[in-house]
């Protein structure tokens, strides 16, 4: 986005944007103005004092300051939009940009008080996709956590026995998703991270990738764990996958799981400074298809490699760039993307995808997860 002045109201807990420009957790929508000279925030006075350690490159100023100047002004409302027009008089300014995501409400305020508003013409901050060294340690950070919990969820399907109806036991109790997830993500909250909707899906479960996965967990089957937390300390994201069999995988199973790691090695040859991302996601398409895993709708599934190679990961745990087939991005050295291919077929019992996190770089890519990768435990 260009210099123009730039307009957003939100919370840095859920906006990715907000965060990315102020760096500090404020758990309620506030005011950024970036128009001449340095950006500005309006907060409550509850975060004022704390705002100006946290965010000092920006001039803070408090919300019931600026309302009590429109009260003494003589006016008889001094809700954000009658804040932010005084904020834009004081720099004359009359027409600013906001984000997609902007409250249609507002936008609506503020046309009534002659304040021209219009959207983006894309990312607010493309600079986002680009990731510092700073930045790299923070997702390295965060994917440790998701190791931490994969570590502990595998411990405990190790540890479990299996009992006469291939039901795994642990502690005495049948596992189930639920349990396995608990597991995982207490893990993950104690080494500092937020677990989001960890999925752990078991047998034909795994056919639908964003299954979260329900009831019994089983041996001799394929057990889909993927874990993306958030740290709490910076909002960054980590992104993990793998692929297990408690016991003895089918000889499809292995079949689908060899031919998934050699689609990611695949991916990872072509992850290079100036490589379209569409042209990494259709190489691995055209492995799968010449190796003879056909994609495509079987008795009304979908079957085969039918989700995208990877995406970007960052303050958002889906974000630019994106390895897929209508992708316009072409890969920078600082990206950090998921190589995360798959294979689902109803009729083998379940699916198998790996997923590891990846840094672009000039020479190259960098594999940022440390995580084994074993099928069978």
Not at 96 to 116: N, S
């Amino acid at each position: 986005m260009s210099r123009e002045s730039l307009l957003m109201v939100a919370d840095t807990e859920n906006c990715a944007d907000m965060l990315y420009a102020v760096g500090m957790f404020v758990p309620d929508p506030f005011i950024y103005l970036r128009a001449s000279g340095k950006p500005c925030i309006v907060l409550s006075d509850l975060e004022v004092d704390r705002a100006r350690i946290q965010a000092p490159h920006c001039r803070v100023l408090s919300l019931s300051k600026l309302q009590d100047r429109l009260r003494q002004n003589g006016a008889k409302k001094a809700g954000l939009s009658h804040v932010i027009r005084l904020l834009l008089a004081q720099k004359q300014v009359r027409r600013v940009r906001v984000p997609d995501h902007f409250g249609f409400g507002l936008a609506r305020q503020l046309r009534r008080l002659k304040i021209r508003v219009k959207p983006t013409d894309g990312r607010v901050f493309p600079e986002r996709a680009i990731k510092s060294p700073a930045e790299v340690k923070k997702i390295s950070a965060a994917l440790m956590m998701a190791e931490v919990g994969l570590a502990e969820g595998i411990q405990a399907l190790k540890s479990a026995k299996v009992d006469r109806k291939r039901r795994l036991i642990y502690h005495h109790n049948p596992l189930t998703a639920a349990k396995l997830r608990a597991i995982i993500d207490t893990a993950i909250i104690q080494s500092g991270g937020l677990p989001r909707n960890t999925i752990v899906a078991c047998g034909r479960q795994g056919c639908d990738p964003h299954e979260r996965g329900h009831g019994l967990l089983r041996a001799h089957e394929p057990i889909i764990i993927d874990i993306f937390p958030r740290s709490q300390t910076t909002g960054y994201y980590g992104d993990i996958t793998r692929t297990v069999v408690r016991g003895r995988a089918s000889e499809g199973i292995r079949k689908l799981y060899h031919a998934v790691e050699q689609a990611q090695e695949t991916a990872f040859k072509h992850l290079r400074h100036g490589a379209r991302a569409s042209d990494v996601h259709q190489r691995v398409a055209r492995y799968f298809e010449q190796a003879g895993f056909k994609t495509g709708k079987l008795r009304g599934r979908m079957n085969g490699f039918f989700h995208n190679t990877g995406h970007g990961v960052g303050l958002e745990i889906h974000e630019a760039p994106r390895l897929s087939p209508q992708s316009h991005d072409v890969l920078c050295a600082g990206h950090v993307v998921t190589v995360e291919p798959g294979l689902y077929y109803w009729d083998q019992g379940g699916g198998v995808r790996l997923e590891d996190l990846a840094l672009v770089t000039s020479n190259g890519p960098r594999n940022l997860t440390q995580f084994e990768k074993v099928l069978e435990i």
